[in-house]
């Protein structure tokens, strides 16, 4: 009940930031400019349409979780406001969990509209509704999702600029590890290739919630890994939600 | 504003096509995309559209392969850019190899596109005049699934400019009997007649020059072959006629075009 009450005042708050809006509107506006870019092209417009859009989608979504979760908790600290907030009854996880699910409902809400601009450009093109680009839509916000745990663990601890360089490093590791994993099938056996193994545990796959070519191409996705992705997705960002919560216990507020 | 405008005006040196050296393997390429792989294919591909319709760089050709190789790297399932790419090739930069070297990346890529040996045939048989070529790019388009019924048309033809009237004659009776289109059926039966009416030919040319080897001039008419046992019996086309026999040239023709049956 608690965590539902502040995670609607965290969403009516970040609903109300003019940042969302103007992601939102470059986000529409680079979707739109697909159709302008496919006329440029030779063969498939529709191709070329279909991967901006996606590409659009999952960049603003990214933007949009990392700018705006980093400065979640930071901006009730730097406001002092989280004084109000602890002296109530409630646990500072529940405090968490809440600014986590009101942004997480704010980036819904935002995919949403960029998902129905882009859906309808893409139908009247086609003429017919393309389900699988639900598929890649999905897998787009399970990664915000997972960003925006990102986001809220350094922004327990550090300045919204610093965070937001976190985040994105995060951001690029999560999509560069896949050549880690090249490496590893190269690398001799040894405490070399061992050590990168673990690395390669530890750090994030964003590259399991990339589906976006396979849509595009119409190429069928084995059933077990739209399971897997998201248990992963799940996992990973229920493990950065406990850290940040482990984090936020240990701060002291004067 | 009218400082912009100044600024435009003012003419400034470039040189054609120096963006190329700014694409670096696409194999290192993918690295830095961040999963937006699919998305660069296409702005790479765009560009080149661009690139190759600006005549003023004289030797844009010299990187077509490696552009086209880079988009494959990055997005091997697009298939637009290896049509495009081999396009370009043969019709602007007149290399009909490097059209085939990019239509075949596009067939390793993508074995089950039919279109890439279908369309390398058919390079090769009209800028090379390359039947063999031809015919084994034909063979491997026709194994591939889905591909269209002209497959093992094209096929059966390359077969027949190579003279391999053997294959070229199974070829078409297997499509005579196996299509159901009236006007396919009509097409297949002319060619079964042409190739019948070469190989035909063929042997009582050799029969002719057998006759005139020993009797040191033409044969008067084509039954003479079978009086001196050169041949077994005057074969006749598919319609049942007998060949036209010119005595004077030793010219053997059918009586029938076989376009006009």
Known sequence: ?????????????????????????????????????????????????????LAS????????????????????????????????????????????????????????????????????????????????????FVEVCLLTAVAMLFSCFSTPILSSIFSLSFYLIGHLSWGLENSIDKMKPGIAKTLTQILYAFIPDLENFNFKTEVVHHLPIPSEIFLFSVLYGIFYSLFLLFLAILVFRKRDFI | MGLKVKIDKIS?????????????SGKYLKFATFGYSSLLADLIYLWSIQYYSDYSVVDRFKYLDHIFSVIAELDHRYLDPYQIGALIALYEA????????????????NPNQWIFPLEAGHYAQMAKKDYKLAQKYYKKAMEIKGAPPITKRLYANASFKLTDYKTAFETWQE????????????????????????????????????????????PVDLSQLVKAGLLDSLPKDL??????????TGEVKTQTIPWKR
């Open chain 1, 1 to 53: 009940m608690k965590i539902r009450a502040i995670a609607f005042n965290t969403f009516k708050e970040a609903i109300r930031d003019r940042i969302l809006y103007l992601l939102l509107f470059f986000a529409a506006a680079c979707i739109i400019f697909s159709r302008l870019l496919a006329l440029l092209t030779v063969g498939d417009r529709v191709k070329i349409i279909m991967d901006v859009g």
């Open chain 2, 94 to 109: 007149r290399d009909l190899d490097l059209a085939l070297k990019i239509l075949d990346r596009g067939l390793e890529k």
């Open chain 1, 57 to 140: 989608l999952s960049l603003f979504g990214a933007m949009m979780a990392i700018l705006m979760g980093t400065g979640l908790v930071y901006k009730e600290i730097d406001k002092k406001t989280i004084y109000t907030l602890l002296s109530k009854p409630i646990h500072r996880y529940q405090f968490l969990l809440g600014k986590y699910f009101g942004l997480i409902l704010t980036l819904f809400i935002m995919l949403f509209f960029m998902s129905f601009i882009f859906l309808t450009l893409v139908f009247l093109h086609t003429f017919r509704i393309e389900w699988e680009l639900l598929i890649a839509i999905f897998y787009i």
């Open chain 2, 12 to 24: 400034r040196k470039k040189i054609p096509g120096s963006s190329i050296i700014y694409i670096p």
């Open chain 2, 175 to 218: 499509i005579y009997k196996t299509t159901e289109e009236e006007r396919i059926k009509k097409i297949a039966s002319n060619h079964l007649f042409q190739v019948k009416a070469a190989i035909d030919i063929k042997t009582i040319f050799e029969a002719i020059e057998k006759f005139r080897e020993i009797y040191d001039r033409n």
């Open chain 2, 239 to 248: 319609d049942g006629q007998d060949y036209h026999y010119d005595s004077k």
